[in-house]
């Protein structure tokens, strides 16, 4: 599916998600990692090419069949829609996975090394209306998964680069089942975001994994050419690099969306 063509923010500047929340403007913000789309000022949906879409979520995790998603995909009208008309999925499980796609996409269309590049007005996303969220909460959650992917393990390069196993000391922690599944990919080839797409997880919980399987010495840290944070030295080579500041830098969590915990926690219940 094509992207929609770019259109500048005005005066020269491209447009900034808050700024176009504040108009309440409708449409397609493209950034250099993907494509966040608004309507009425709320974000409805992000993609990313660094994270699985929400077909890949679906259908690899084991929820959807292909062909049920090609079914969907092949009708007109909102997919997500006829896969809740037809009995496929519950409002609550397609609410569930919609939001994770759209936060997962929103970290890499938004975050660090990414930004806005021009706005589409009035483009739509095939999906069509699952829940909308506010602009605020999605920089602000983007912001938090940024400091805390650098407080697990502060060596940004890990989360690009092929991942390739190592021999830990004997005083490195064990691996979680989940770790588990991801170093049984890691090959030497395979990148984090290959790695997530054959998983069928979102990218950010796979990064989070990798970043912890690298601080525990699982997995080598590749050098750097441009360091994250100007006068840190980079991890020495052949060897895993020292452990990350637990200081006054450290990622301070923001309280949690009550109302949004509530409503998963409900839709999780209604599914069991």
Known sequence: MSLPHRTGGGAGHAPSLTGLADERASGALLCDAGTVYLRDGQVVHAESPVAPGIEVLLTTGGRLTADSWREAVGRTGAVGRFLVDSGRLSDAELEICHLGALFDAAYFALGHGSG?????????????PVRPVGAVAV????RRRGKLLDALWPYPQVDTEPVVPRRP???????????????ALADGVRTPARIARELGRP???????????AA??????PRSTRPEHPGR?????????????????????????????RRLRDALEATL
């Open 116 to 128: 806005p590049r021009g706005f589409q007005r009035g483009a739509a996303h095939w999906l069509g």
């Open 139 to 142: 920089e602000r959650e983007t």
């Open 169 to 183: 000391d004997g005083r490195a922690p064990a691996v979680t089942p989940r770790q588990r599944a991801v170093l």
């Open 203 to 213: 990218a950010f919980h796979t990064l989070i994994d990798i970043r912890r399987l």
């Open 216 to 221: 525990a010495g699982h997995v080598a840290t």
């Open 233 to 261: 030295p980079g991890p020495p080579a052949g060897s895993a690099p020292p452990a990350p500041d637990r200081g006054p830098g450290a990622v301070v969590f923001t309280d949690p969306d009550i109302d949004l915990l």
